[in-house]
């Protein structure tokens, strides 16, 4: 499939111009982080909630995000562990003010966590809620300490540790005969029974995740990307040279950048699906870019009394059709992922989408003029690069 036969796009001529419009975005999206808070953290990078429930029959995790969906919950990350369709896991973002005390702090994840049991009970249990009652598969042992010890004084929190470590272990409390097993007396199970219920849906643990948490997962993030430049680097120094090697990284970098400077404008939610999509652009950007340098490597050794310039010009042109096609193979492939994907992966689709744009962009325009400004920056003007 020949898109162009013999095209001759002065590229090079452009290069001052497209440097402008790289560094012009860049800065944008700096400015749009740095004073209008464009970047927001998403449940992976931030302080949140971690449940795990259990249901008592199985339930889809599409069913579980419609329900989480409908309360504005429906980018929490939902994870199935445990028995198939039965046990899943649950972190959901948590907004926290600055100057929250540490009670408020608690509050606030108690009432996220809250919400979020509330939504997968639906309206399961609604009437025995109204009459007071509660749900002895959700409960915290806060709560179920407080309801013994209303009318059991001192062996509240012994029955509540007990109580909800056989619902840790089972998994859901089926019957309340079952609690008898765990030594309680028979008086105590009958008033548990009096003032609670027993739902399909069971609450096995619920966590409060912390900043410092966050702050290991950016660090590993930013981590994971420089060390995909660095390996970037080495290699195509040893394939190459080193002025090839390094405008690679600087072609990667800014396609890093720009493209999230671009998704700082959005009002989307960085997460780490989003830094998998970050590498993978990085991944495939530079196999355009090491297309483009063997057809330069290539043509330097046939033109040997070319100007360089116009070398890395003919090179563009030649491998120019190859980049249009590869890349709009892989535009169609992250088009339908942005379009029907869902909500889940639309973020990581939007991101792909942008990444692959920007890599064509930066390849053709960027990667050849950083190699032309190394050459008259470390090398004699009576040298050649072969």
């Not at 806060?142 to 010890?149: M, P, V």
Request: proline residues 3%; glycine residues 8%; charged residues 20%.
């Amino acid at each position: 499939m020949q898109l162009f036969k013999t095209p001759n796009i002065p590229f090079l001529k452009y290069k001052y111009i497209a440097l402008a419009l790289t560094v012009a975005l860049i800065l944008a999206g700096v400015v749009n982080i740095a004073f209008f808070g464009g970047l927001k953290l998403g449940v992976d990078f931030g302080e949140g909630t971690l449940l795990r429930v259990m249901f008592k029959d199985p339930v889809a995790v599409g069913d579980i995000r419609q329900l989480l969906s409908d309360i504005g919950l429906g980018k929490s990350t939902i994870q199935e562990t445990g028995e198939k369709g039965r046990e899943f896991q649950i972190r959901a973002m948590q907004v926290v003010e600055p100057g929250d005390s540490d009670d408020e702090l608690i509050e606030a994840h108690q009432a996220l966590a809250d919400k979020i049991i509330k939504a997968l009970r639906g309206d399961q249990g609604a009437a025995e809620t109204e009459r007071g009652l509660r749900d002895l598969n959700t409960i915290d042992e806060r709560a179920l300490t407080a309801l013994l010890e209303s009318s059991f004084p001192g062996s509240g929190p012994e029955a509540a540790q007990r109580i909800i470590s056989y619902r840790t272990m089972s998994g859901i409390i089926a019957r309340y005969p079952d609690l008898a097993d765990l030594g309680l007396k028979p008086e105590l199970v009958e008033s548990l029974e009096a003032q609670t219920y027993l739902g399909s849906l069971s609450v096995r643990s619920r966590e409060t995740v912390g900043p410092q948490a966050g702050r290991d997962l950016r660090r590993k993030a930013v981590q994971a990307t420089v060390w995909a430049l660095l390996g970037m680097l080495i290699y195509i120094a040893i394939r190459f040279k080193l002025e090839y090697g390094v405008a690679a990284v600087f072609t990667l970098a800014q396609d890093v950048l720009v493209t999230m400077s671009i998704y700082s404008f959005t009002s989307r939610e960085i997460n780490l699906p989003i830094v998998a999509g970050i590498l993978t652009i990085v991944g495939f950007s530079i196999n355009d870019t090491i297309v483009i340098f063997d057809r330069v490597r290539e043509n330097i050794k046939i033109r040997r009394r070319e100007p360089l310039e116009q070398v890395m010009n003919l090179s563009l042109n030649q491998t120019l059709g190859r980049t249009i096609i590869t890349s709009g193979t892989l535009l169609l492939t992250v088009g339908a992922l942005y379009l029907f994907g869902g909500e889940v992966i639309n973020d990581f689709a939007f991101v792909m989408l942008v990444g692959t744009v920007e890599g064509v962009y930066s390849t053709i325009t960027l990667s050849c003029p950083v190699v032309l400004y190394w050459q008259k920056l470390f090398k004699p003007k009576n040298v050649r690069n072969r």
